[in-house]
RNA sequence: GCUGAUGUGGUGGAACGGCAGACACCGGGGACUUAAAAUCCCCUGCCGCGAGGCGUGCGGGUUCGAGUCCCGCCAUCAGCACCA
C-alpha cells in the first residue's frame, strides 16, 4: 500500500529545497571547461530600498528557465548575479537618514539577495559582484585608465545639462526632454569642465557590430537610431569681407545652388568673434539671451514657429556660386550637432522653408517634382537652376559631383556626423567610483599609478553635494591633496565620480572570474565564457547601457585583454509587468505588487508559473490576483497526480501522443521565449492525465522533468518521493519520439468555398492527390456538397477539404 | 512630426495563409458537504427558440481560403523629437 499524499505545501517545501540547493552549490559553475558552456545572463538589479516588485523577476524567471533546461542538455552554465550598487537613490537616502551609503547598500543587497533566494533562481551565488566593492571597482578604474591612456577620455568646457536639485551634471541620455532622470525636476544649462569618453570614436564599429550579432529588429533599430548616422558633406562659406570661413554640415550639398541664407545657432562663437561688425548687436544680444532662458526641452516645443534675427552687416559668400546670402541666428540649428551653422535651403527642407516664409527670403527651387509655393519639396527630381548639377536625377551621383566641386575649391570635403554625443562621465556625488586622475600644476592631468588602485573612497561625515556644484570629496583636505606621480610636486586629485553606467559596462566579464586580484578575469576564464550566450534585459536598456557596455568590450578587445570583439552573442527584452489597473507600478500610486505577499499566499513555484503564463514575454501586461491562483491550481492538480501512479511506460496510446507532443512544444517554445504557450501546453497534458484512472511512472517523471525549469521546488519534492536519489536538474532533458506523435486518423473540416460546413475523420496518411480525386465521393461531403457543381478541390494535409462550387 | 510596436470574447491571451477564441481568469449551473472553503463535472464570442447568420479596429485588394499578405485610414502605447 502507498503511503497517503500529503497536501501541497509550497511554504514547507520550498525553503527545504533551496536550502538543499545552496549547501550541494547545486547551481554553481564547473571550473573544468571540458562541457560545451552557456553563459546565460540578466541585468544585474539595482538594490533600492523598496526591495523587488513582481516585476523585476520576470526576466530572472525566464532566464532561469532557459539555465535550468541547459544543465539538464548537458552545458556548463554559468548564470551569475550581482549588484549595480553605486547611485543616487541610495546616496539621497543617505543623506537623509545621516547614515552610510556602503551601509544602505549593504541592507538592500541583503534584502534583495533574500527575496531572489525565495523564488529559487537557481544563480551562481559564489560568483556574487558588488560595484561598490573596493576589489571590484578597482577594475573599472583600471579600464578608465587604460581609455584614458587611450586617448578616449578628454576635458572639455562646455554647457552641461545640470540638475539644480540633485547638484549634479547630467548626460544628455540622463537628461532627456529636459528633465532630471533621477528626480524628474527641470534640468539647466550650465558652463562646466566635463569629463567625456570618446564613444563617437567607436560609433562605427557599433553600428558594424550589429551585423554580428542576434539581436532581435526593434532593439537593433533603436541602437541605430541612437547612433544616428549620416553621410553627407562639411562646406566652408566664406565670410563676405573677412578670412574667415563658416563651416556647415549638409547631407544634401547638391542642392548648393538653392542656398538663400544661412542659420547659425544662438551660441555659435563667431558672432562674439565680429560682434563690431553687426550692426544690430544689441537685438542680437536680446534674441541670445532669451534663448538662453529656454530649456532644451522648451526650444523642442516650438515645433512650427520659427523665431530668429537677422545679423546686419555680415553676409556669406556661397562657394559655388559666388552670391552672398544673408545670415541669421536662430534656435531651431543647434550648437551640439553638425557645426552649429547650416546653409539653408529653403525650398526642398520644411524648417528653412518655414524660416523663409516668415523672414520673407526667396525660395529658389533646385529639384523638381513639388510645388514649393505650398510645402518644401524633400523627394527626388531632376535638377535645375544648378549649373553644372542641372539635369541630374540620381541623388547620389549628384551629391559626389557636388562634393568633387567643394573639395576641387578647397572648401568641403565628405563627412559623416552622429546623433550620438560623446559619454560625459563625471559626476559631482560621493556614491560612486572615485576617478583616479591627478591634477598637477606642472604636468596637467595625470593618472593614478595602476598599483595604487583601487583608489578608495574617503570616509566622509556629510555626503550632501557642495553648493558650487562639487563633490563632497573636494571638502576632503587628505583626500585632494596628494603628490604627483610624475614629478612628485604637490597636486590635487579629481573629486569627481564615475556614473552609475559605470561599473555596469563590464560586470559581465567579471562574473567569468569574479575574485582574481590580479587580473580584471583570467584570459583562459574569459575565453572560454565569453562572449555572453543569451543576455536578456529591459528595454529601458538597449540603448544606454547596451552601448556603453558593447563599447568598453570593443576598446578592451581592441587593446588585446579579450578575444572577441562583442560582448553579447544574443539579446532579448522582456515586456513590463504593470499593475492590476493597466498603469506602471509605483510606490507613488501605491499600486505596486509586493513578491513577498504573493509567494506567502500561492509559493514560489506559483508565483514564476504566473510571471511566464500571464501573456506573451515581450508584451507589456497587467498583473491578474486572480490570474496567479489559476497557476497555483494547476501546480495543485499536478501535485495530486501523484495519487494515480502506477508502475509501467505507457499504457494509453492517446496519453503517449499527447505527452510526447508536449515534451516537443515545451522544448522548442523555451527556446522562442514562448514560456506562455509551453505552460498552456503542459496544462493540456496535465488535465489530460487527470482525466485518466492511473498514470504511469514514466509518464509522471516525463511531466516533471519538462516541468522543473518552471517549478523547480515542486518536481524536485515529487521526484524525490517518487523514489530518487539524485535530484532532478541532474537528469537529462527528455527526448520526445516523432512516431508517437504520429495518429492512424486525423479529423480534417470540410469547407465549402472556404467555409466550414462539416467534419469528417480520414486516414492521416492519405495523399493530397488521391484525397482530393476521393474524397468528394465521401458521403458525408456529397451530403454537404448535394446539388451543386464542384469547380475545384483543395486538400490541405491534416487540416481541411475546401471545396469550390459554383 | 518621425520611428517602432500593438489592436482578437466580460478579462489575460492562442492560432506554419488552412476548423478563430487553445490555455487560463471571471461568470453561470450541478455534485460532494449540516454549512462554507477546497475539489470534481457541465456551460460560457455575439444575434437567433431553431435552422442559421454575424464576428479578429475601419475601408478596399490579392487568394479556393485572410486575424495573418498588400494598399489606404483610425486608435493606443513606447522611443526619438527642429539632426541640417
Known sequence: MTTPIPAYNPAEIEPKWQRIWAETHAFEAEASHAKPKFYGLIEFPYPSGAGLHVGHPRSNTAMDIICRKRRMQGYNVLFPIGWDAFGLPTENYAIKHHVHPAKVTRENIDHFRRQLQMLGFSFDYSREVDTTDPNYFKWTQWIFLKLFEHGLVFRDKTLVNYCPSCKVVLSNEDSQGGKCDVCHGDVVQLPKDVWYLRITAYADRLLEGLKTVDYPENIAMQQVNWIGKSQGAFVQFPLAGTEEKIEIYTTRPDTLFGVTFMVMAPEHPLIDKYAGRIANMAEVKAYREECAKKTEFERTQLVKDKTGVRLEGLTAVNPLTGKEVPIYLSDYVMMGYGTGAIMAVPAHDQRDWEFAKKFGIEIIEVIQGGDITKEAYTGDGPMVNSGFLNGYTNKKDSIAR????????????????????????????????????????????????????????????????????????????????????????????????????????????????????????????????????????????????????????????????????????????????????????????????????????????????????????????????????????????????????????????????????????????????????????????????????????????????????????????????????????????????????????????????????????????????????????????????????????IFVPGRLLNIVVK
Open 402 to 793: 557636388a562634393v568633387e566641386e567643394v573639395e576641387k575649391l578647397g572648401l568641403g570635403r565628405a563627412g559623416v556626423q552622429y546623433k550620438m554625443k560623446d559619454w560625459a562621465f563625471n559626476r559631482q556625488r560621493y556614491w560612486g567610483e572615485p576617478i583616479p586622475l591627478i591634477h598637477c600644476p606642472k604636468c596637467g592631468v595625470v593618472a593614478v599609478p595602476y598599483e595604487e588602485l583601487p583608489l578608495r573612497l574617503p570616509e566622509v561625515e556629510d555626503f550632501e553635494p557642495g553648493q558650487d556644484g562639487k563633490s563632497p570629496l573636494a571638502r576632503i583636505p587628505s583626500f585632494v591633496h596628494c603628490k604627483c606621480p610624475k614629478c612628485g610636486g604637490d597636486a590635487e586629485r579629481e573629486t569627481d565620480t564615475m556614473p552609475q553606467w559605470a561599473g555596469s559596462s563590464w560586470y559581465f566579464l567579471r562574473y567569468v572570474d569574479p575574485h582574481n586580484d590580479k587580473v580584471f578575469a583570467d584570459r583562459g576564464e574569459l575565453d572560454y565564457w565569453m562572449p555572453v550566450d543569451w543576455y536578456n534585459g529591459g528595454m529601458e536598456h538597449v540603448t544606454r547601457h547596451l552601448l556603453y557596455s558593447r563599447f568598453w568590450h570593443q576598446f578592451l578587445y581592441d587593446i588585446g585583454e579579450v578575444s572577441c570583439p562583442e560582448p553579447y552573442a544574443k539579446r532579448t527584452a522582456q515586456g513590463m509587468i504593470l499593475a492590476e489597473d493597466g498603469e506602471k507600478m509605483s510606490k507613488s500610486r501605491g499600486n505596486v505588487i509586493n513578491p513577498d505577499d504573493v509567494v506567502a499566499e500561492i509559493g514560489a513555484d506559483a508565483f514564476r508559473c504566473y510571471e511566464m503564463f500571464m501573456g506573451a514575454f515581450d508584451q507589456a501586461i497587467p498583473w491578474s490576483v486572480t490570474g496567479s491562483k489559476g497557476c497555483r491550481k494547476f501546480l495543485d492538480r499536478v501535485w495530486r497526480l501523484q495519487e494515480k501512479v502506477v508502475a509501467g511506460d505507457s499504457f494509453s496510446p492517446a496519453l503517449n501522443a499527447v505527452l510526447n507532443e508536449t515534451v516537443k512544444k515545451v522544448s522548442e517554445d523555451i527556446e522562442k521565449m514562448k514560456f506562455n504557450t509551453a505552460i498552456a501546453q503542459m496544462m493540456t497534458l496535465v488535465n489530460e492525465m487527470s482525466a485518466q484512472p492511473t498514470v504511469t511512472v514514466k509518464e509522471m517523471e516525463t511531466l516533471l522533468l519538462i516541468l522543473s525549469p518552471v517549478a523547480p521546488h515542486l518536481c524536485e519534492e515529487i521526484w524525490q518521493r517518487l523514489g530518487h536519489a539524485e535530484p532532478i536538474h541532474h537528469q537529462p532533458w527528455p527526448a520526445w519520439d516523432e512516431a508517437a506523435l504520429q495518429k492512424a486518423e486525423v479529423e480534417i473540416a470540410v469547407q465549402v468555398n472556404g467555409k466550414v460546413r462539416g467534419r469528417i475523420m480520414i486516414p492521416a496518411d492519405l495523399t493530397k492527390e488521391t484525397a482530393e480525386q476521393e474524397l468528394p465521393a465521401n458521403p458525408d461531403v456529397q451530403r454537404i456538397t448535394a446539388g451543386k457543381t464542384i469547380v475545384k478541390v
